[in-house]
């Protein structure tokens, strides 16, 4: 079955950085593209950044460009995101899934939690 399995997060303080891995399985990886989105507390889930299947295009929300780099590598079946210049609006459960910009599979994983506070 379709697997997603995020890892990366933890509390930073503002200006600070962090990198976010996923591993996905079940389903041919390079096949597809793949998105990073995140869920506030309170708040819907919303996408953050979004790669193409040989990593050639890239998207990001209004958000995180400048800031968020999204990358894969797809002998690893993973996908991460960069994240620099963290700021507290970023605090959220980040997750991934398959798709450009819409999630192609209806489960997702348990997510890695990100902090940012002083």
């Known amino acids: 079955q379709v697997q997603f399995v995020e890892s990366g997060g933890g509390l930073v303080q503002p200006g600070g950085s962090l990198r976010l891995s996923c591993v996905a399985s079940g389903f041919t990886f390079s096949t597809y593209a793949m998105s990073w989105y995140r869920q506030a507390p309170g708040k819907e889930r919303e996408l953050v950044a979004t790669i193409s299947t040989a990593g050639r295009s890239t998207n990001y929300a209004d958000f995180g460009k400048g800031r968020f780099i999204i990358f894969r590598d797809n002998a690893k079946n993973m996908v991460a995101l960069q994240m620099n210049s963290l700021e507290p609006e970023d605090t959220a459960v980040y997750y991934c899934?398959?798709?450009?910009?819409?999630?192609?599979?209806?489960?997702w994983g348990q997510g890695t939690q990100v902090t940012v506070s002083s």
């Open positions: 899934n398959a798709g450009w910009r819409v999630p192609s599979f209806g489960s």
